[in-house]
């Protein structure tokens, strides 16, 4: 019998029953991520009979069986994989909900509530890291981490409630994307005033995130004029779908490519497929996807929640301060940026851009790796952050249905005459 | 400022910017998966343009992209789940067009076909075994590698061609069920001799595979007085999708744990919902998610072919004459066990029952780690499962055509006179 030296090829993928590791890796992978779905199925389907948010939930299930509850899921990269993809399609299918047009009107305001609730949560942040004792640059940074918005949980929300239509809605979406521009840049100065260069690809990087999103919505239009047939040309597409999700998943990388967060690729390419003939087609085909890979973010989300952050009371005033701070500075932001909406639609405004999420954690993990701050704050980082996001459901459930629809002077469709 | 010692929760979900291992390995496993569907898609084009099987392209386009080949994607956990998911998706779907009573009609041809198809490669690989030169247990080892059918690319290649509905695709289905449960208990019983203990667990084992395979049958007819009312009672179900989904899940999970192959799991549970009221409701929303998980199957199966093995002369004889005698006994088996079908017919079972998968894979890493074959026999092993597993699509869809729909004395109608 001859010996060789090939390599073996890996085929883990089969090892039902196989004892490697990578195995083990397998079905733990498999079992963690039918444990955290089941986990969010349930946590939603009791807070729904209690009449609270859904996706708080999810959350919550996914805590519970989380590695800082009772441990039954493991978040592992494949988890995680699940959650992006599940915030990926759950932002497309938001863009594809979105007239450009309505989009594009509410445009002034968009960049007046993203810039205004921006630079007041940088400020505020700062402050409050001078007077804790931090330095200027870690201070701009506790700052900038609670400076973007995530719109996951608030689009998430304004679906369910069946508003994404409105005016608010439309707002929210338009200061998200300025507000992650924003972010690429800020990033992008503090890490190179960290190191000590402030090059040019910090311009290239900032340059790059704005043509992405500029040549995203000029392209758009021209969607209206792309037959269906474009859609299902390949023979292996009876439907658009398979077609519409390679382009969502490009979409998706190249924005991160480009240092931009995945979800606002996807959601310009929803703008984009929205303005084509298969908009309805795609939004029925992507029902089911959304509503199997949606639940893993929510899920992964709340089980990388370390409670033990908030049980210790020296460190959990410091988490309320920056928590509650994120949360006004957002409300400013919106009330001022988008008063001509009337009182409460601009409050609504406000409330939906509080929820901080990737770009705050990314933020916060650049400055431990560049060491500007420490374990301690970062963990206090994270912690107010995901505050910020817990309390959006139940503060958006309450000031909705307070927000007139239509309302004279500033009301829903003042968005059309700015 | 206080320091504290808690744990930093794993975030990298979110770490599209941080630098963090596991931010890589998200980055990694993100790309990995676009371009193993990518190159799936595209493979999949190209040979359904030139009239051949499309799956031949998938499998074809995961390897170029593959570790063996281009060396883009990375065959790794993420990639493996999906897979995983992709090809329990598909035989859920394949379940779900197949009448219960249809399959029991064909049972006791089904168990002929299973058990001749299964015997008669553990003969022939035993033979060839010792032959070259090995020992009883690890020549038995090598046949058992061979006996069981993997009815994933099957299945895609009975459901591309419209023939799910015909009899000899029954009989393949019912015999590959036959099949997965002579598996277990060969593989129980080998390990058993290989370790020299046969004890009361390898009969458990097989009580409890025979038993979950019997209730999942026996419930299926159950299926048909299940009220719709019964699938959208959570409030989190607005169609029965996702309850499915769970289920699903949960069946192929629990398929794993007495032993089975997962995708016997699934597709049980796709025979029980097949009988209930929502079947097309499922059918209609599995349909994108069948559209996105089942090309990683295929793609990432492409992607594990080390065709290195077919390069060496001496060991491509040893792999084309165990994978030709692993088609010949199928063939046989199919002949045989269904030559009532009529000899077209029969012969199309012989040929679907051919390709082998992750049974065989699990054998030959078994066969490994108990010792009893070294890594020379091991890639040999995989080369021939794989080649099985690359010729079906060719000989199905050159067979099924000459195959007589409703023949007399022997035809299409005969699996209901068994």
Redesign the interface.
């Known amino acids: 019998?001859?010996?060789?030296p090939?390599?073996?090829?890996?085929?883990?993928?089969?090892?039902?029953?196989?004892?490697?590791e990578?195995?083990v890796?397998?079905?733990d992978?498999?079992?963690s991520?039918?444990i955290l779905?089941?986990a969010a199925?349930i946590g939603?389907?009791v807070f729904?009979?209690i009449n609270q948010p859904?996706v708080i939930g999810e959350l919550l299930g996914g805590f519970i069986v989380g590695?800082?509850a009772l441990g039954l899921a493991d978040?592992?990269?494949?988890?995680?994989?699940f959650?992006?993809l599940g915030v990926v399609i759950l932002l497309f299918t938001v863009g594809l909900e979105v007239r450009l047009d309505d989009l594009l009107k509410v445009g002034p305001m968009a960049i007046a509530v993203g810039t205004i609730g921006f630079i007041l949560p940088i400020i505020a942040g700062l402050g409050i890291g001078l007077a804790?004792?931090?330095d200027v640059l870690p201070a701009a940074l506790i700052g900038l981490a609670l400076a973007a918005t995530s719109i996951g949980i608030t689009s998430r929300v304004l679906a369910e409630m069946g508003v994404l239509d409105r005016a608010f809605s439309r707002v929210i979406l338009g200061a998200a994307i300025v507000d992650d521009i924003l972010a690429l840049l800020a990033?992008g100065i503090l890490s190179g005033l960290a190191e000590g260069d402030l090059g040019p690809e910090t311009l290239v990087t900032l340059v790059a995130g704005v043509a992405f999103v500029g040549i995203g919505l000029a392209l758009a239009p021209l969607g209206r004029r792309l037959p269906r047939k474009l859609f299902v040309w390949?023979?292996?597409a009876d439907?658009p779908?398979?077609p519409v999700?390679?382009l969502m998943?490009?979409g998706a990388?190249l924005a991160?490519f480009v240092?931009l967060?995945?979800i606002i690729g996807s959601f310009v390419v929803g703008l984009f497929v929205a303005e084509t003939p298969v908009r309805e087609e795609v939004e029925h085909?992507?029902?089911?996807?959304l509503?199997?890979f949606a639940p893993f973010f929510f899920a992964?989300?709340g089980a990388?929640?370390?409670m033990?952050?908030l049980l210790?009371p020296?460190?959990l005033v410091i988490v309320l301060v920056l928590a509650v701070m994120g949360v006004v500075t957002k409300l400013v932001g919106g009330i001022v940026g988008s008063w001509r909406l009337g009182k409460w639609n601009s409050i609504v405004v406000g409330l939906g851009m509080s929820p901080r999420?990737?770009v705050g954690?990314?933020v916060s993990?650049?400055g431990l790796?560049l060491g500007l701050i420490?374990?301690?704050?970062?963990?206090v980082l994270?912690a107010a952050v995901i505050l910020t996001t817990l309390v959006a459901p139940f503060t958006l459930q309450w000031g909705i249905p307070k927000a007139p629809r239509g309302e004279r002077h500033g009301g829903e469709e003042a968005g059309a005459a700015v």
Chains 1, 2 share one sequence.
């Open positions: 019998m001859p010996t060789f090939f390599e073996i090829p890996d085929l883990s993928v089969f090892s039902s029953a196989g004892g490697a990578e195995g890796a397998f079905a992978a498999m079992f991520l039918f779905f089941l199925k939603e389907e729904r009979r859904g590695p800082f978040v592992n990269v494949t988890a995680e994989v959650a992006e804790i004792g931090e990033i390949p023979k292996f439907t779908v398979v999700f390679i998943f490009a990388l991160q240092g967060a995945a085909g992507f029902r089911s996807l509503g199997i992964v989300t990388n929640i370390d033990s952050a210790q020296n460190l999420g990737e954690i990314v993990a650049l790796s420490g374990q301690d704050i970062y963990a994270l």
